[in-house]
């Protein structure tokens, strides 16, 4: 079982983690660390019943290390998905205009993402994107669940606002010449 203890996880864990370093070497170490501290402290694990909420909450630890060590703020480096994915799994039949522009409504959700400030980002992420319930977003983060609430609440009205004002511009063609 100690082969498979989580790796469940690997890929949530590591989304969180280029969420909170913005960088993919840095990211990839952060999940390999938390494999490696969550292997040895197994015998401590509290409740196996929130075993995601426990790996979640030892690499942001080791990410608020990292950082009182380094006693600098996250680099912002762009972080790109893969191209094509399941649109070209066989029975998906988008046309081109489906697939560009749910390319592009994906990236405008992760450029708003990105201009959150990093307390409304980290909760999006693990609520919306890793599906946490808000008591292991709070044993995560160390907060209440109110708080936890609140700042969620707080992230998706900023989302809105910041998705409207993309989302009314009009769109512009190459041609023309920007100001």
Known sequence: ???SFGLEYIDALYGYALMLT????EGEDLVQETYVRALQARHRLPDENN???WFFTILRNLWLNQLRKQKTGP?????DGEDGGADFLPGNT???YQILSAKEDAEQVHLAIAQLAPEFREVIVLREFEQLSYQEIA???DCPTGTV???LGRARAKLRELLAETWRRPA????????
Do not use: C, P
């Open 1 to 3: 079982m100690t082969e």
């Open 22 to 25: 913005r960088n993919r070497v």
């Open 51 to 53: 075993l995601k909420g």
């Open 75 to 79: 680099r912002l480096v762009e972080v």
């Open 94 to 96: 988008r046309d081109s």
């Open 139 to 141: 044993g995560v983060i």
């Open 149 to 151: 609430m609140s700042r």
């Open 172 to 179: 512009t063609n190459g041609n023309e010449a920007r100001s």
